[in-house]
């Protein structure tokens, strides 16, 4: 089970970090992504990192603001967003993929978590 948590309201500008705990079973072995869906959209990738951490993916929109790591040692993954805008207004999911690589393709994850809101006001 993923557990998504760190979501809230922040102004524009601003930073939060999210965090995906999994329990129960252990995903150092897949790589890991996080996506988000906004109101009347259609889920979007938003960042993706290989199960050891050597390789990340950002979507455009994203790159250069926010950070995934992760740490195995706490079964846990982590988006550090900066500069949020309020067009990132969205509920953020975390989703543990099929394989080790990382992939923009939701088809290709697994195990998804409940999601977390997170609100920019501008």
């Known amino acids: 089970q993923l557990q998504a948590s760190g979501g809230g309201l922040v102004q524009a500008g601003g930073s939060l970090r999210l965090s995906c705990a999994s329990s129960?079973?252990?995903?150092?072995?897949?790589?890991m992504g996080w996506f988000r869906q906004a109101p009347g959209k259609e889920r979007e990738f938003v960042a993706a990192?290989?199960?050891?951490?050597?390789?990340?993916y950002y979507a455009n929109s994203v790159k250069g603001r926010f950070i995934i790591s992760r740490d195995n040692a706490k079964n846990t993954v982590y988006l550090q967003m900066n500069s949020l805008k309020p067009e990132d207004t969205a509920v953020y999911y975390c989703?543990?993929?099929?394989?080790?690589?990382?992939?923009?393709?939701?088809?290709?994850?697994?195990?998804w978590g409940q999601g977390t809101l997170v609100t920019v006001s501008s």
């Open positions: 989703a543990a993929a099929l394989g080790a690589a990382p992939t923009t393709t939701p088809l290709n994850y697994k195990y």
């Open positions: 129960g079973r252990t995903v150092s072995n897949n790589a």
């Open positions: 990192i290989s199960w050891r951490g050597g390789a990340t």
